[in-house]
């Protein structure tokens, strides 16, 4: 055991800085209020302090910060979609994950993996090499490859998928990483912190002031405070929050569920996805597997599990590792999703003045975060939506200009 | 195992039916302006509660209407869409 642990454990007094102050009292008022402290609110209050000087901020999170899904994804991060507007933007997600760890001086554990999406018939050969095409004309690396070259990455896996639809090829990302998702929101949260930001956990927003069309502050459980700018960041919680402003939007919530294996010696350094098998796998540094599926079939705001999830899942991982036969699965799990019909995100100025969204992160969310914190820090000191955002205001849905990212994100992740 | 009851067949298991989303009526096409028909097509009622919803149990090829509601995910009601 380390030595410091030691000392720790034995000392009477538990001194070990804590990530971020709790603040007794909710000020009065405040430049900037911050609704969920997920990774989305707390980056966007840490670029708010750091790059715009806007420090007044308070983030109020309902539970714990991280809780909601920060804490539950399975931590992928890569940035070859199928739209040039969905590429540009998680590109420049990937491109500020590179020196996170460094500017939070906190270790992320990034670890770049190389990411395969495996195709099962021609018609997904087709797409992935469109999403190759795409992807390279914007300069991100991404080619399609074949059945050789997953074998020699992935030396383990059964490419005749057991005789039902075998791997013809695969898509392959080298940049495509995991990070642990926690320390995520613990750098964002430390970080803001330390320039002024002020973070409440318990603390729920219950009501959202307007007069005329602007925000004028926020109700909680624990009293009102006055604000003209509020950034509503709680993903799978925005329903009840928009109901609050009278915004409406296609968001639907689901259910997306996951699960890890007992730790395991490493023998996978690559991620794996397949989306005719809904089914997406990575080694964690633990060593254990973390493996998701696809959305639940049908809409519930609640993060129940089910039988149906693990059996389905652990089928399709026998699938292509038939020797995972008797690998036990330790934990089960699932966040809400807020899914949009075009499967890319809702960001920036709303109908009411002073209130600036950040949704329908889906299952596609964690690797935005600091890239969400990055534009929508900018759409709130400036007032005016960040380029890289444009293409996902809320109007595009009535002007019927979509960003069909749903082509290649069958599967979430 | 969770259960629904199919308005022709009776009481069967959940996974015998697939979702088809919510009940909304369609303004009529030749009248509804752009922005109503953007309404149609696009917003929809995503806070928990109750729900008319489209269900379809595959094995019968039937479509009927449950109401459910979304917090809970109790299912209320099921009854064909002309009753
Ligand atoms: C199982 C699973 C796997 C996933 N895998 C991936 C993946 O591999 N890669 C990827 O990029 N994305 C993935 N995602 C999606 C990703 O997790 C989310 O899109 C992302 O975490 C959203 O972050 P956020 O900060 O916007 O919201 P959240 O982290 O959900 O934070 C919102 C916060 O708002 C709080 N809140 C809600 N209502 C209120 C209120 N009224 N008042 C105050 N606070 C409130 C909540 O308590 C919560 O803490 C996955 C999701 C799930 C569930």
Redesign the interface.
Known sequence: MPHRLLRFGLSKKYNEPRMFRSPEQLKKSYDVVIIGAGGHGLATAYYLARDHGITNVAVLERAYIGGGGTGRNTAIVRANYLTPEGVAFYDESVRLFQDLSADFDLNLFYSQRGHFTLAHSDASLRTMRWRAEVNKHLGVDSELVDTAFIKEKCPHIDLSCGGHAPVMGALFHPPGAIARHDAVAWGYGRGADQRGVEIHQQTEVTGILVEGDKVTGVQTNRGTVETSKVVCAVAGY???L??MVGI??????QPLQACVSEPLKPWLDTIIVSASLHLYVSQSSRGELVTGASLD??????TRSTL?FVEGLSGHLLDLFPFLGDVKIMRQWAGLS?VT?DFSPIMGLSPVEGFYLDAGWGTWGFKATPVCGKTMSYTVAENKPHPLIEPFRLSR??E?ELVGEKGAASVGH | MKIMTCPVNGPRPLQEFVYGGDLTEMPCPDQATDEQWAAYVFERDGAPGLHKEWWYHAPSGVWFIAERDTGTDEICRTYLYND
């Open positions: 925005t329903p009840p928009l109901e409406k939007t296609p968001l639907v919530i079939p049908y809409p519930i705001h609640s149906d807020d019909p849905f009535k019927f």
